[in-house]
């Protein structure tokens, strides 16, 4: 059973734009909901985390909201840049146990 | 702070061969992940170690796949033998065994089995 599930695949938009992309989880246990920056031939980098007592978090231009009752998740993405075009993966966890989804590649038009 | 370090970067071999690849995590911490990233995909959990155990190993393909990590700090992932479909990234991150939940991934090795 897969434990996160990610969406969209893939995601194109003008600069400037906010992308969003949405990540849904299946075990209420779940305390720990990541979102990882990955470059081609780099390894995932953490952009942003949440906790489940908390609905929104932002760091900069990037925003997680978190809707605990339906088991959502979402980044959203402010601004964006060029430079933003990169995969994106969401993961879930408890402790020192992970669950990634497939990723979203995320393309920004000057 | 020196990150989480892989070799090789690269390597191409024939199916039915063995490989290796090596880990060095972060200094310190006690948690160490091995993953498979095939293309187009997230990352998939292969072994997780707390400190020299290995307490998660499920979906480690024992028939051929094989980690260490003896004294607690780097580890090695093997396979032997490679077959077609271990075409992938794989991934090492490592993570403290403090409060903070966030792992720090290495650059990974892309093998290439023809």
């Known amino acids: 059973q897969q434990q996160v599930k990610q969406s969209p695949q893939s995601l194109i938009v003008q600069k400037g734009g906010i992308p969003i992309i949405n990540c849904a989880y299946e075990?209420?246990?779940?305390?720990?909901f990541p979102w990882y920056q990955q470059f081609p031939g780099k390894g995932p980098a953490l952009l942003i985390a949440i906790r489940p007592d908390v609905s929104e978090k932002k760091e900069g231009r990037f925003t997680i909201s978190f809707n605990k009752s339906a088991k959502q998740f979402s980044l959203h993405i402010m601004d964006s840049q060029p430079g933003d075009s990169a995969t994106y993966f969401c993961?879930?966890?408890?402790?020192?146990?992970?669950?990634f989804g497939t990723g979203t590649s995320l393309t920004v038009i000057p | 702070e020196a990150g989480v370090v892989q070799s090789p970067r690269y390597k191409i071999i024939e199916k039915k061969q063995p490989v290796a690849f090596w880990c060095n995590p972060i200094s310190g911490h006690n948690t160490l992940y091995w993953y498979r990233q095939n293309l187009g995909q997230g990352p998939e959990l292969l072994i997780r170690y707390e400190n020299e155990e290995a307490v998660d190993d499920s979906q480690l393909p024992k028939d051929r796949f094989s980690a260490e990590r003896l004294k607690g700090v780097d580890s090695t992932l093997k396979i032997q033998p490679a077959e077609l479909g271990d075409s992938a990234v794989y991934l090492c991150?490592?993570?403290?065994?403090?409060?903070?939940?966030?792992?720090?991934f290495g650059p990974g090795t892309r093998l290439t089995v023809l």
């Open positions: 075990n209420t246990a779940f305390d720990y």
């Open positions: 991150a490592s993570k403290t065994s403090g409060a903070s939940n966030e792992q720090f």
């Open positions: 993961a879930a966890g408890r402790g020192n146990q992970f669950y």
